[in-house]
């Protein structure tokens, strides 16, 4: 039983800047990897950035420089701080984390959604 929870989603102007946060809950013995994707209308989901357990990032070439990824672990959270918006980048964004649980089993967990638009 383990649920990912976002928010921060919103309408920001070119330029602009948002920070989604992503909270996990439930029966989880630890995080191996949190990290979140994004789609557009019409569009396949792709990797937006995640970082792992030991503080290593990775993103797409397409947010380096403009979005940073963070986490808290004592919370079991993960953030998205994404500077110098453009309308491309709107997209539903999910939360993605890779899981233990208290059962000692690895699963894979998304997030419902957040809704960044991006646009004047």
């Known amino acids: 039983q383990v649920q990912l929870v976002e928010s921060g989603g919103g309408l920001v102007q070119p330029g602009g800047s948002l920070r989604l946060s992503c909270a996990a809950s439930g029966s989880i013995l630890s995080i191996n990897v949190m990290g979140w994707y994004r789609q557009a209308p019409g569009k396949e989901r792709e990797l937006v950035a995640t970082i792992t357990s030991g503080g290593g990032t990775n993103y797409a070439d397409s947010v380096k420089g403009r979005f940073t990824i963070s986490t808290v672990n004592a919370k079991k959270m993960v953030y998205l701080q994404m500077n110098s918006l453009k309308p491309e980048d709107t997209a539903v964004y999910y939360c993605?984390?890779?899981?233990?649980?208290?059962?000692?089993?690895?699963?894979?967990?998304w997030g419902q959604g957040t809704l960044v638009t991006v646009s004047s």
């Open positions: 993605n984390a890779k899981v233990l649980t208290v059962l000692y089993k690895n699963v894979e967990v």
